[in-house]
């Protein structure tokens, strides 16, 4: 067993009411298949509601880590595992993964 950390740091505004968002790719260059996966975001919007996270894998499997859920709370500061990436097990490791996050509501940008 072996374990990968990567992270990325994105200093970009989420583009406003738009279904592609803002994308955020880290290449992980070891072979293997996902036994477990965690993914720590810390997303600043004034309106956590209008947000949709997505992480693809490098196989082209989505999932979505946070469904405009939240309501009026500000931002999200948050580790997804478990039941949020448990449909990643088994995928291949090795590639490109993407994290999107995307902003459906028109006035608050973050």
Do not use: C
Request: charged share 25%; net charge neutral.
């Amino acid at each position: 067993m072996s374990f990968i950390v990567k992270s990325s740091s994105v200093n970009q505004a989420i583009p406003d009411n738009s279904d592609t968002g803002l994308v955020d790719g880290i290449k992980v260059f070891k072979g293997g298949t996902v036994g477990t996966i965690e993914v720590g975001v810390n997303v600043n919007h004034p309106y956590s509601g209008d947000l949709e996270i997505q992480l693809t894998s490098p196989g082209g499997k989505t999932v979505v880590l946070h469904s405009r859920t939240g309501s009026s709370e500000a931002n999200i500061k948050k580790v997804f595992s478990k039941e949020a990436t448990q449909d990643f097990l088994g995928e291949k490791v090795k590639g490109e993964w993407k994290l999107a996050v995307k902003d459906f509501a028109p006035r608050d940008q973050g």
